[in-house]
């Protein structure tokens, strides 16, 4: 609990910050089917799946980081995976498909338990969409 007696967040937020808010929400929203969870002038935030504690990435401009009280620069690309559990790869592959998304190839069974195929969003994030599969090495691999 928090001092205000809050129940305290068990999960991380990570935030894009980003010259443009709305292709964000447009890629995330209509092209990949995130559940839009908070629509503001300056921040976005969206969940995958309608359970609530699906993970979630939230995008804000530049100016919105003024209430960091510190300036805080666009991302601009690069050097950020993000993995999305669901509960079929495959499946998913062929419906982002079907809605245009150009995935960075199919999906592949990877040598730490999951099957998954990758996505670049608009600021250069990788989406690593998976399922855990009984094929792994590690035995840690779908927690």
Do not use: C
């Not at 292709?23 to 995330?28: D, S």
């Not at 401009?61 to 950020?80: D, I, R, S, Y």
């Not at 592949?108 to 996505?119: A, I, K, T």
């Amino acid at each position: 609990m928090s001092v205000d007696n809050q129940p305290l967040p068990n999960k991380l937020f990570p935030l894009i910050v980003t010259n443009e808010l709305q292709r964000a929400r447009a890629f995330y929203v209509e092209r990949l089917g995130f559940e839009l969870v908070t629509d503001m002038e300056n921040y976005v935030q969206v969940r995958w799946g309608a359970d609530e504690p699906g993970p979630e990435l939230s995008f804000m401009t530049p100016a919105g980081g003024e209430a960091f009280g510190e300036p805080v620069e666009p991302h601009t690309g690069g050097g950020l995976v993000f993995s999305v559990p669901t509960p079929n790869a495959d499946e998913l592959h062929a419906t982002l498909l079907a809605r245009g998304v150009e995935p960075l190839g199919p999906p592949v069974d990877r040598p730490w338990g999951w099957r998954s195929f990758l996505v670049r969003d608009p600021h250069g994030a990788i989406l690593d969409f998976f399922h855990p599969t009984s094929h792994s090495s590690s035995p840690n691999a779908s927690s």
